[in-house]
């Protein structure tokens, strides 16, 4: 299937990639870089390896079309591969040809990500001019993406700190009611099977596909009182999902901070 959808060298460099630890973030959003609106590039995420489709233009302002298998390194602060010129397709409104495509590697390419939602792009050409873009892009923005409902899902966490009472890792199942009321807030609410009650609440900073709420109020029925950080916050095909952090004051204490994950599955 890999050979019939990528054919040639770009087939041949996914093919090659060796088996890699899955990135904890999916980048797979449009990016662009705000101040240079008309160009941008596509990725696309499989675990630990990105597909991108550039949209840009060549030195006599035609546009261009190059790909890009990029993977993680290590600790998949970044990914660097192969970048390749696609030419020679059959026109769009006429019967394909095979074979005509022609997509030979002219260079490498690197995205460096800065967070969740930001990084640096990065290509170089084995010949000609110039020999590296530098670019920084962001994930954009096409719509307000909606929350509200009702979820029922799993939360997975862990405490930190002198003041805490557990310190140990912790799984909970919850029933959860997200209100988005149009002002750029929203309020969340958690009934967890263990009887805890918590209710998050803030403002919310979209990124393409993801939303983040930073300093978020964070109260729960067990003396929590703490300001938080929601973080890689996304409406999926079948419900919700987010990390978040609290620094202090959970468990009712300041000297015990909280960092977790959850998902759920929309209901109504």
């Known amino acids: 299937m890999l050979k019939r959808l990528l054919p040639g060298a770009l087939a041949l460099a996914l093919l090659m990639l060796p088996l890699q630890a899955a990135a904890a973030v999916d980048y797979t959003d449009i990016w662009y870089d705000p101040a240079e609106s008309g160009w941008g590039v596509n990725l696309v995420q499989a675990d630990a390896v990105i597909f991108a489709t550039f949209f840009v233009y060549s030195e006599g302002n035609v546009p261009t079309w190059y790909t890009a298998i990029i993977y993680a390194n290590s600790d998949a602060s970044s990914f660097t591969g192969g970048l390749f010129l696609t030419t020679g397709g059959t026109w769009f409104g006429a019967p394909w040809v095979p074979g005509k495509v022609v997509n030979p590697q002219v260079g490498t390419a690197t995205f460096t990500p800065s967070s969740a939602y930001q990084g640096t792009l990065s290509y170089s050409f084995t ?58 807030t929203a309020t969340f609410t958690f009934n967890y099977g263990s009887g805890i009650s918590c209710t998050w609440s803030g403002t919310l900073m979209q990124y393409g596909q993801l939303y983040s709420m930073p300093s978020a109020t964070y109260q729960c029925t067990d003396n929590t009182n703490s300001t938080a950080h929601m973080d890689q916050l996304k409406a999926t095909a079948l419900g919700i999902e987010a990390t978040f952090s609290a620094p202090k004051g959970s468990q009712g204490s300041s000297n015990c901070s909280e960092s977790a994950s959850f998902s759920g599955n929309l209901l109504n």
């Open 127 to 184: 010949s000609g001019t110039p020999p590296t873009v530098t670019k920084p892009i962001q994930r954009q923005v096409l719509i307000t993406i909606a929350l509200a409902g009702n979820y029922i899902g799993g939360q997975g966490g862990g405490y930190s700190g002198s003041g805490c009472s557990s310190q140990s890792a912790y799984t909970d199942t919850f029933n959860l009611n997200v209100t988005q009321p149009g002002d750029g």
